[in-house]
Structures are given as C-alpha cells and as structure tokens.
C-alpha cells in the first residue's frame, strides 16, 4: 500500500521558518515528480513547489519564490519543503502529492498527482 506521510507542521510567529518532511512508503518514488499544495480554510488546493525525480529541476508559486525551497533524498524516499519568511497567509494543510506518471515536473494541476498525502497544518500567527 503506498502511503505518504507528511510532518514538521505546526505553529509559528511571522518571520519564522518550519522544514516539512515527507516519506514515502509501499513503493520508491525516486522516478517520480514530487510536489507540495496547500489548502486553507474555505479555498481551494493550491500548488506549492514542485521537484523533478532527481532533484535537477524546480519550480515553486510566485507566492512562495525566495522563501521556500523543496529538496529530495531518493535514498530516503523523502522529500523536505523548506518555509523561511514565514507569514500569516501561508497559513493552510500541507499537503504531499507524487505523480507516479512523470519523473518531470509537468504542471502546477493538481490533476498531475495521483498519491496524496493526509496533511500536516502549519499555522503562523501575527
């Protein structure tokens, strides 16, 4: 059965930094794009940042560019998502998503994944 589990959510003041982590589990996903959404309340899933199987290429939201950076570790069959600059609108569920169709990046859908994560909250208060 595969499973991603993420974690290293919590609560933080503004300006403050959190390293999310993600394992996976069942199977390797070390030929497979792996992302970052979120969701907070009363909106829709948004993307996050993006990384292609070996780590060579990324792409994050505008919203999140300069502040956040997304690692791989194949060994670990994990991946980090790095949140520095934090503020009270990136408040949200956290979640983890693998396309098990693609080793690149193809898109910012969340249509393009097909394992998910339970999610983790991350919370930053002003």
């Known amino acids: 059965q595969v499973q991603l589990v993420e974690s290293g959510g919590g609560l933080v003041q503004a300006g403050g930094s959190l390293r999310l982590s993600c394992a996976a589990s069942g199977r390797p996903f070390v030929r497979n794009a792996m992302g970052w959404f979120r969701q907070a309340p009363g909106k829709e899933r948004e993307f996050v940042a993006a990384?292609?199987?070996?780590?060579?290429?990324?792409i994050y939201a505008d919203s999140v560019k300069g502040r956040f950076t997304i690692t791989r570790d194949n060994a670990k069959n994990t991946v980090y998502l790095r949140m520095n600059s934090l503020k009270p609108e990136d408040t949200a569920v956290y979640f983890c998503?693998?396309?098990?169709?693609?080793?690149?990046?193809?898109?910012?859908?969340?249509?393009?994944?097909?394992?998910w994560g339970q999610g983790t909250q991350v919370t930053v208060s002003s």
């Open positions: 990384i292609s199987w070996n780590g060579g290429s990324t």
């Open positions: 998503a693998a396309d098990r169709l693609s080793p690149v990046v193809r898109g910012t859908s969340p249509n393009e994944y097909n394992y």
